[in-house]
Nanobody, 121 residues
């Protein structure tokens, strides 16, 4: 599975962005997809995930502000980010796994290239 995240950009605090994760090579309908981010000087962290069943998971830091969704017909996954804060600034990545492992989120099978999100104060 080849993955590519897009939709990043520069936004003011309080604004919104929608990230997209495009897949090629395989259909995503049988994969769980996770969104991760890495800020400068920090470790990569889990943001949100959606299983093949549609069940969703969120990091506490984004719960209530971010929404993960899917469009199986387009083989796409999305991350709607609202009420953005400067601390959300990071490179955002999408990743795929046959089996999502809550608590061991880094155990994803495929990783895509990231997209930069910058939130100004």
């Amino acid at each position: 599975v080849q993955l590519q995240a897009s939709g990043g950009g520069l936004v003011q605090a309080g604004g919104s962005l929608r990230l997209s994760c495009a897949a090629s090579g395989r259909t995503l309908s049988s994969y769980g997809i996770g969104w991760f981010r890495q800020a400068p000087g920090k470790e990569r962290e889990f943001v949100a995930a959606i299983g093949w069943s549609g069940f969703t998971y969120y990091a506490d830091s984004v719960k209530g502000r971010f929404t993960i969704s899917r469009d199986n017909a387009k083989n796409m996954r999305y991350l709607q980010m609202n009420s953005l804060k400067p601390e959300d600034t990071a490179v955002y990545y999408c990743a795929a796994a046959r089996v999502l492992r809550p608590g061991a989120w880094d155990a994803m099978d495929y990783w895509g290239k990231g997209t930069q999100v910058t939130v100004s104060s």
